[in-house]
């Protein structure tokens, strides 16, 4: 039996230690259960959230190239059109002028023909205005008078001439009465034979021709009648042509002045286009066309508001934006000292390839860009005003 109690001892010592081994690994494992529920949340039901960490660079600015302009951008001035020639007679103006709108900065070649042109055209106005008057006066009175006059001389020569036909006729009548009387008595005479028929026949004759000279009398009176009423009808007439106003020949002569005032117009309006002028007010940047030289197609001069100057810069499509406006900018240009300083004053609404040259042979000259207006401060306006189209690096803070 001892044997058999020992060796059963020694039998029952192996379960012992499986079980304390299990106990201590379900210990370790319900620990690290609870751990795990622990850093995940109490509540099982809820879900965990991933956290992402973002590591790109923040950026801080946005870069750009870009070139100096003064305000308005810079403005070529050349010939019009319709001026009628393109060579320069006289240049009013130098490099560095500072003008103002509506200057003349250049005399073409054909200004002397122009006004000799408008000196014409106002002479023919003037002579219209003459005629005008003159119509609306009427006839001199010198003309007035002499018609009158003519008419009293042709009144006065009918009146001598009606009564010196009319003594005439009245002669021949009493001519004619005795010439009748006495053929009446010849005829008497001859049919109691104390007269030959011949002289009857002489009597009648006499009596025949003063009828005739009668009959023409009368009609010469007629005539003559006839003949002076219508010289003293259209002597009339004429008086009160000379002397009358019609409306048709007021119309007719203001017609001419008004034509001619309006030559006078248009010879200005040619004469002023010899004259070259600023279209707005700005300081000459540079000088294309010299006197007695064709102007191409450059133009005369180049302007620029340089009061006020501007950077533009070339802000990459991927940039743009971060870009705003009222954004301060710093500009630097490598061949002046110091920094310039702006605001963002304009974003395009065009997105083009990039225009300022870049010498960095790297770069993508293909890029596309949006162009950005800075407005710059007064202080550095004032020393780049010499720098138009100057290249510059833009820095624009966000």
């Keep these: ?23 201590v690994t379900l210990a370790v494992a319900s620990g690290a259960s609870s751990l795990y529920f622990l850093l995940n949340g109490r509540n099982t039901g809820e879900k965990s959230t991933p956290v992402v960490i973002d590591n790109r660079p923040v950026m801080k600015a946005v870069t750009a190239l870009g070139r100096i302009e003064p305000e308005g951008e810079v403005i070529q001035i050349s010939v019009s ?8 007679a006289e240049l009013l103006v130098k490099q560095g002028d500072r003008i103002q709108k509506g200057q003349i900065i250049a005399i073409l070649d054909n200004r002397d023909t122009r006004i000799a042109a408008l000196k014409v055209a106002q002479q023919r106005v003037k002579v219209a205005q003459s005629q005008l008057a003159q119509v609306k006066a009427g006839a001199k009175q010198g003309e007035i008078a002499a018609q009158q006059a003519l008419i009293s001389e042709l009144e006065a020569e009918l009146r001598q001439e009606v009564a010196a036909r009319v003594a005439t006729v009245k002669r021949l009548e009493a001519e004619v009465r005795n010439a009748q009387l006495e053929y009446q008595r010849y005829q008497y005479l001859q049919e109691t034979g104390a007269v030959s028929a011949s002289m009857r026949d002489s009597k009648k004759l006499t009596l ?27 002597a009339k007439a004429t008086l009160e042509k000379i002397a009358e106003i019609r409306p048709t020949d007021v119309q007719a002569a203001q017609a001419e002045v008004e034509n001619a005032q309006a030559a006078v117009q248009e010879a200005k309006a040619n004469l002023d286009l010899a004259y070259v002028k600023a279209t707005k007010a700005g300081q000459v940047l540079k000088i294309h066309t010299w006197d007695g030289e064709v102007v191409s197609d450059k133009g005369i001069v180049e302007i620029g508001q340089t009061n006020q100057m501007y950077v533009v810069a070339e802000v990459y499509e991927t940039d743009i934006n971060q870009v705003k406006i009222g954004q301060r900018a710093t500009i630097t240009q490598v061949n002046l000292p110091g920094k310039l300083e702006g605001t963002v004053n304009e974003i395009g609404l065009l997105i083009a390839k990039k225009d300022v040259l870049n ?3 790297a770069a993508d000259i293909d890029a596309r860009v949006v162009e950005v207006k800075i407005r710059l401060t007064p202080e550095s306006s004032q020393r780049v005003e010499g720098l138009t189209n100057s290249k510059v690096r833009v820095m624009i803070s966000r």
């Design 359 to 361: 010498t960095d042979p």
């Design 81 to 88: 059109q319709t001026a009628g020639s393109n060579r320069i």
């Design 208 to 234: 025949e021709t003063a009828q005739e000279s009668l009959r023409e009398a009368i009609a010469n009176r007629t005539q003559t009648s006839e003949t002076l009423n219508e010289r003293l009808r259209q």
């Design 1 to 23: 039996m001892q044997n058999l109690n020992a060796g059963g001892i020694k039998h029952f010592k192996y379960p012992n230690r499986l079980l304390i081994v299990g106990a």
